[in-house]
């Protein structure tokens, strides 16, 4: 049977289960121990392990049989007679010298905290496992996993059948009991050269969480669910479990000294790494299996639907545009959680780093910012950091072909973004930042990859200001231009990718031209009035409205494709009933209709900017007859709806359309 099927044959007896993923003999999901996974769900090539909590079962886990039979002969138990009864129920792994009997929990018992017995060395003798010191759900294996050492799949064994459990023997429970209250260690008839110890001894506990959190950031995962996951861990497997700052400051350790930090830098081209260690395999396998019991998260976003967490932005335009102002303004609006020009943000700690322009220019700019939103710059003190790095400004450098290395500059950077938990970086810019040629795609790549490794560490956004040369910036106007110049290494790197420019009449546009999570947003015309900021054009400064006046700009140009759209259906007397629930609603009508897919407007869409049409008196209702003689109504577009819609005059329709 597959995985699936024995899954089925669980549940049938009552056993509550987690998946195990290949190549492991325990679940790498959050939140296994409380949410068992329903079978249907389960597929054929997962493992299986038994939820021992709310199973209401327990297990005897052997590591040495051998010196496991002396500790429990001096206890005045007799381990073979166990493991030989005629109801035991084991499970086999395979390897030599191991045993696990599994047993069903006595009716009213609460579940037993696991215990487990090593000897001086530290060599795991065995282990009576349940429960947590905290209550939550230990697991054991079950077949058909595969076991990861042996590769063989787990085997019931035993006279007796997984469908009737025995129940725990009363001298195991006795004995679980007394492990409990009075730990051996205090008692004068305890064996000797062993102890025992929690799930994770005191002197072992540092070691074992920063192995499990090198794991973790192995696999990518960012320093605030780290952090989350290695406690939980210490409150399920350490006793006593360690303080919650000491485990914060191993998963902090763990982000650039680990195993994992190590791993994550080696695959990064065209860079030197000053912490990457001996090179070993770059490529990870990644698990499908389980894309939806352990879901991987959508994509966030700083400011949104144009700033992704955990990659680079890039933000291009010509010197003097305004780019710098308009990265501070943004800086001040993601640390004090404002909305700028209609986006939301999301408040996290900032990080501007200025390596074109002085601490002075910058603090002048702060305070021109402050001044005209009534900011107080208390409000700012904890949220946003300024670094000034003309100084030293590169944070990559590389000669020629050469291969490129990171700089003390960059090191700085990502200590202060460790230390205060920065969640969105701005790099100002890539000219002073990137001392290597634009053109060499391997350099390129490694800088963006270097920005992507400092990131990762907090999971924050990163906007990378970049320059582009005249005819870049003039070659942007016509169709098809691209805000960015040198090689396309740039723009493949970048996650997301922004262009503001200057139009003719003195307008600046902020353009979406790439965005890899999310379809690109609408262009945004913004404006200098005199003695303020960029503001949105007419929006007269007034930030609370903005959002909605840019969803209003968007439904006016679809409405005028769809008013034309209208037009052009009425001419071919194809007209569209003005009820909702018609069958020839508009929306009915042009469904198929190319022209209308493109609006990508779907049903409600479509019946609000009908509705907002007809208030704006661009349509009308019109009566008509249709062949057989039967009244019916349509809509019809009004003379201000035809001018609005870019048409020509009106031909002027009659009741008896369509007789």
């Not at 000897?119 to 759900?137: D, H, I, K, M, P």
């Not at 208030?615 to 008509?624: G, P, S, T």
Request: aromatic residues 6%; proline residues 6%.
């Amino acid at each position: 049977m597959n995985a699936r099927e024995f899954a089925q044959t669980y549940d049938d007896v009552g056993f509550k289960l987690c998946v195990i993923h290949r190549g492991s003999k325990a679940p790498r999901y959050p939140h296994w121990e409380q949410q068992p996974i329903k079978a249907f769900r389960i597929q054929p090539n997962y493992g299986l392990g038994l939820l021992h909590v709310q199973s209401r079962t327990c297990a005897l886990d052997v590591d040495d049989l051998e010196q496991t039979h002396h500790w429990f002969e001096s206890k005045g138990i007799d381990l073979g007679s166990l493991l030989e009864r005629d109801d035991a129920v084991r499970v086999n792994s395979g390897k030599q010298n191991r045993a696990k009997l599994i047993y069903r929990l006595p009716n009213g018992r609460d579940p037993l905290t696991t215990k487990r017995i090593t000897s001086r060395e530290g060599r795991v003798l065995f282990e009576l496992r349940c429960a947590s010191s905290t209550g939550s759900s230990l697991q054991d294996v079950l077949p058909p996993t595969i076991h990861p050492e042996t590769m063989k799949p787990y085997a019931w064994g035993g006279a007796g059948s997984f469908k009737c459990l025995p129940e725990l023997p009363a001298q195991l429970l006795e004995l679980w009991q007394e492990l409990i209250d009075h730990p051996p260690g205090a008692q004068n008839n305890a064996p000797p050269k062993l102890e025992l110890v929690g799930c994770i001894p005191e002197g072992g506990r540092n070691e074992w969480l920063y192995k499990r959190a090198g794991d973790m950031v192995r696999q990518g995962m960012p320093i605030n669910l780290l952090i989350e996951s290695l406690q939980a861990l210490n409150e399920q497997r350490c006793a006593p479990p360690l303080e919650r700052r000491e485990v914060d400051q191993i998963a902090r350790s763990a982000m650039t000294t680990s195993h994992g930090a190590r791993e994550l830098a080696q695959p990064f081209s065209g860079v030197n790494f000053p912490m990457a260690g001996a090179q070993s395999s770059s490529l990870s396998p990644v698990n499908v299996a389980d894309i939806f019991i352990s879901p991987s998260p959508p994509p966030d976003f700083i400011w949104e639907g144009l700033i992704p967490r955990g990659v680079v932005t890039l933000l291009g335009a010509h010197g003097g545009t305004g780019k710098s102002m308009m990265a501070l303004m943004l800086a001040v609006s993601v640390a004090l959680g404002r909305q700028l020009w209609g986006c939301p943000t999301k408040q996290v700690k900032a990080l501007f780093l200025s390596l074109e322009d002085s601490s002075s220019v910058v603090r002048h700019r702060l305070a021109n910012i402050c001044k005209n939103w009534s900011i107080d710059p208390d409000e700012l003190h904890r949220w946003l950091h300024i670094l000034d790095g003309t100084e030293y400004p590169e944070l990559f450098v590389a000669e020629g072909r050469s291969e490129g290395k990171l700089t003390q500059s960059y090191a700085e950077m990502v200590a202060m973004i460790e230390s205060k938990g920065i969640g969105f970086l701005i790099v100002d810019n890539a000219s002073d930042a990137f001392g290597a040629d634009e053109i060499q795609r391997r350099h390129v790549r490694g800088f963006i990859r270097s920005l992507n490794l400092a990131i990762r560490q907090t999971n924050a956004g990163c906007l990378l200001l970049a320059h582009v040369d005249k005819n870049t910036s003039r070659n942007q106007r016509a169709e098809g231009g691209e805000g960015y110049s040198g090689s396309t290494a740039w723009h493949n790197s970048a996650r997301s990718r922004l262009f503001l420019v200057r139009e003719n009449s003195g307008l600046l546009k902020l353009e979406h031209q790439k965005s890899n999570f999310g379809k690109k947003l609408e262009p945004i015309m913004l404006e200098w009035p005199d003695h303020g900021l960029l503001e949105l054009t007419g929006s007269g400064g007034d930030i609370d409205g903005l959002l909605t006046q840019h969803q209003g700009r968007q439904d006016d140009e679809k409405a005028g494709k769809l008013l034309a759209l209208i037009a052009e259906y009425e001419c071919r007397s194809q007209y569209m009933a003005s009820g909702t629930t018609s069958k020839s609603n508009p929306y009915a009508i042009m469904e198929s209709d190319r022209q209308f897919q493109r609006l990508k407007l779907n049903r409600q869409d479509t019946k609000r900017l009908i509705t907002q049409c007809h208030r704006a008196k661009w349509i009308e209702i019109l009566e008509y007859k249709t062949p057989d003689r039967k009244m019916h109504q349509r809509w019809t577009l009004t003379n201000d709806g035809r001018v609005f819609a870019g048409l020509g005059a009106p031909t002027a329709p009659t009741s008896e359309d369509g007789a």
